[in-house]
């Protein structure tokens, strides 16, 4: 069987691949075109794409009778394969969850500490040579601990972040999920997204990508926080209406906002690069050699079972 993977990986993933498949790794970084994606449902059995590679009705209704039979994404959003789609066409999906939940969840407290601290603002007036000295009213912050924190979505990624929010900083934790989570701290479920981003003095965006909860985070949802509260996304960036967000921020609206994913990445809106209030990432939450070299064990486990008629590990 031959096996396409869609980008780069870490040397240990990539030996891996070439010792027990017939394996092409892509060279390139930028997602697969629709001409690649079809060339490699004709050409390959199974294929590794992951973020970006839209493989939707569109691709598969170009390719009737599809060589590939499964599609073994690296990383576990799957908002930009069609699911349906490519099971109607024959082929399986599966995903790499857990692996990633706890590098998410550390970089969703790493944009809190940096939003709530003005961190960025600090860092780039010292490298603006614009730092004259210590004083007690300088980039004054939000401290963290003790505060009340509304994690919009409690799966895996959103219960760690919670987490380390209740154990880390004693914070008062809500959640907005379609039901209770039992928990090993307290956390209260809250009834209305609303309501709850006008209680909490930072508001985190764990839920999955996909038309259900594109533009969740819009005007309304903005306008019920406090001036004083923070944004944080590390989920997708569709989930925020970036146009509402860069307006919320330079009207005030809200204190500032972390985000380490945009609505239309790579592309990042001048508008909001040019914002002090914002703290802007380059889509690190899985971004550690282990972590990434556990996701494309994942991934490769999945072809594993694929190629020995096994179960699947991990199907969407």
């Not at 394996?23 to 629709?34: D, H, K, L, N």
């Not at 099971?87 to 550390?106: F, L, R, Y």
């Not at 002090?276 to 594993?304: F, I, K, Q, Y």
Request: glycine letters at 8%.
């Amino acid at each position: 069987m031959r096996v396409l993977i869609a980008r780069p990986m870490t040397a240990e993933v990539e030996a891996r691949a070439r010792a027990e498949f017939d394996v092409e790794i892509r060279t390139s970084t930028a997602v697969m075109s629709a001409d690649e994606m079809q060339r490699a449902l004709v050409e390959f059995d199974v294929i590794i794409p992951t973020l970006g590679d839209a493989f939707d009705a569109g691709v598969f209704s170009q390719v009737p009778d599809p060589r590939c039979k499964l599609l073994a994404n690296f990383g576990v959003g799957i908002n930009h394969i069609d699911v349906a789609a490519a099971m109607a066409a024959g082929i399986e999906v599966t995903n790499t969850p857990g692996a990633v939940t706890d590098a998410t969840a550390d970089i969703a407290m790493t944009l809190m500490l940096m939003s709530a601290r003005r961190a960025g603002e600090g860092e780039r007036m010292v490298r603006a040579g614009q730092w004259q000295g210590w004083h007690p009213t300088q980039l004054l912050g939000l401290h963290l601990s003790g505060k009340r924190v509304g994690i919009v979505g409690m799966g895996r990624i959103g219960q760690a972040i919670a987490r380390r929010c209740h154990f880390g900083f004693a914070m008062q934790v809500s959640y907005i999920a379609r039901s209770a989570k039992a928990l090993d701290f307290e956390a209260r479920q809250a009834g209305d997204l609303l309501q709850m981003a006008a209680e909490v003095d930072v508001l985190v965006v764990a839920v999955p990508g996909g038309a259900e909860t594109r533009h969740l985070i819009d005007t309304g949802v903005l306008a019920a926080m406090r001036p004083s509260a923070h944004l944080i996304n590390i989920a997708r960036g569709e989930v925020v209406d970036e146009a509402a967000l860069i307006t919320a921020l330079q009207q005030g609206q809200i204190a500032g906002a972390g985000l380490d994913v945009y609505e239309f990445e790579p592309q990042v809106p001048q508008a909001l690069i040019k914002l002090e209030n914002v703290t802007l990432l380059p889509h690190l939450g899985t971004a550690t050699e282990e972590v990434r070299s556990n996701m494309g064990h994942m991934a490769l486990d999945n072809v594993a079972a694929f190629v020995a008629k096994d179960p699947l590990p991990n199907p969407v």
